[in-house]
């Protein structure tokens, strides 16, 4: 069974950085679309940026493009998320995900890992 495992969630206070990564339990990922989406209390789950499996195609919300940066090691089967200039309203439960074609369409990945929180104070 495909796992995706996030870590690097935590506190940090505002303005401050915090790097997510994602691993992924099989090889055959590397072929995939990688994505991070988020869940805020009373929120519905949101893209927050996503990757083709050649890196060639990126997508980003608006509300991180310039502050987030999303990446990928196909070698390491592990996706990550650099996410600078934090603010409180990024404060959310981060997922991994994975899923067989570039869209930012949450329900067109098949594959979603259980989470990492990021909480930013103010």
């Known amino acids: 069974q495909v796992q995706l495992v996030e870590s690097g969630g935590g506190l940090v206070q505002a303005g401050g950085s915090l790097r997510l990564s994602c691993v992924a339990s099989e090889r055959t990922l590397s072929y995939y679309t990688m994505g991070w989406f988020r869940q805020a209390p009373g929120k519905e789950r949101e893209l927050v940026a996503c990757?083709?499996?050649?890196?060639?195609?990126?997508a980003y919300a608006d509300s991180v493009r310039g502050r987030f940066t999303i990446s990928r090691d196909n070698a390491k089967n592990t996706l990550y998320l650099q996410m600078n200039s934090l603010k409180p309203e990024d404060t959310a439960v981060y997922y991994c995900a994975a899923g067989p074609k570039f869209t930012t369409d949450s329900l067109e990945y098949d594959h979603w890992g259980r989470g990492t929180q990021v909480t930013v104070s103010s």
């Open positions: 990757i083709s499996w050649r890196s060639t195609n990126i």
